[in-house]
């Protein structure tokens, strides 16, 4: 563990409710292990407002491990961050240098309306799944294991695929604010197992359509999604989206 200590300013994005009108405001931290997440050095800096009397800054965070997706915001302008494939709960500060000044804001986008600071509803992702993004026949108990065979590399694709976390970043860094990444993901691995075929045709129409009413963009081939999936997702899910129908 490193015994150097960081000084850094945050500027953060604060805005008490969509009503209201918000502002960066800029707070120095400094003797911060450089083995803190970010996400630590913004317990500290909340520790510090509480103990101020001022109200903590707002931001959606769960496991911490990279796995839920429940964490993200903009940092210096991308989305969960400077580190490729990396959630923003998994950014430490050893990656930033002494004095640096790091600018956090929200997703920005009309289908993620922010709530407060750098905290956004997401929920529109859950509607677009509820639209179809499931195998609704009734399939019975699990079945042995090797009962259904389904090739390896056909197997490893789908795994790929359903890794999405639904962090929205996608969303975030694309100019029109598409969730075709996150769409594509959830239907390439349904689409790929033996289970998911029956439905495969409706469930795509269901959840393309969904995407469009909760208000996200359309592809525009700029692969920014691509970019800052903290799980590498490629772009060609899109493409298979596209070309199924």
Excluded at 169 to 191: D, E, I, Q, R
Aim: with cysteine; aromatic share 6%.
């Amino acid at each position: 563990m490193s015994s150097a200590s960081l000084r850094l300013t945050l500027r953060i994005w604060r805005q008490e409710s969509p009503r209201q009108p918000g502002a960066f405001v800029s707070y120095p931290l400094e003797e911060l292990s450089p083995d803190l997440s970010l996400l630590e050095a913004l317990d500290r800096l909340n520790e510090q407002l509480l103990m101020a009397g001022e109200r903590p800054v707002s931001f959606d965070h769960d496991c911490r491990e990279g796995i839920c997706g429940a964490c993200g915001f903009m940092v210096n302008g991308q989305a969960h961050g400077p580190q490729r494939a990396t959630s923003v709960c998994q950014l430490y500060l050893r990656h930033f240098r002494d004095g640096n000044k790091l600018t956090l804001e929200p997703w920005r986008a009309r289908a993620f309306p922010l709530q407060q600071d750098l905290s956004v509803d997401r929920s529109a992702f859950d509607r677009v799944l509820a639209a179809g993004g499931y195998v609704s026949v009734n399939t019975g108990s699990a079945p042995a294991a090797n009962a259904l065979l389904v090739g390896r590399e056909q197997a490893e694709q789908a795994f790929a695929a359903a890794s999405c976390i639904g962090c929205g970043a996608c969303v975030a860094a694309c100019p029109n604010a598409s969730a075709s990444l996150f769409v594509a993901a959830k239907l390439g691995h349904l689409a790929l197992l033996p289970q998911g075929q029956p439905e495969r045709q409706r469930r795509s129409a269901a959840l393309q359509s969904a995407m469009a009413a909760e208000g996200f963009g359309s592809c525009s081939n700029q692969l920014e999604c691509a970019a800052v999936c903290p799980k590498e997702i490629s772009a060609d899910w899109i493409s298979r989206m596209n070309r199924s129908g």
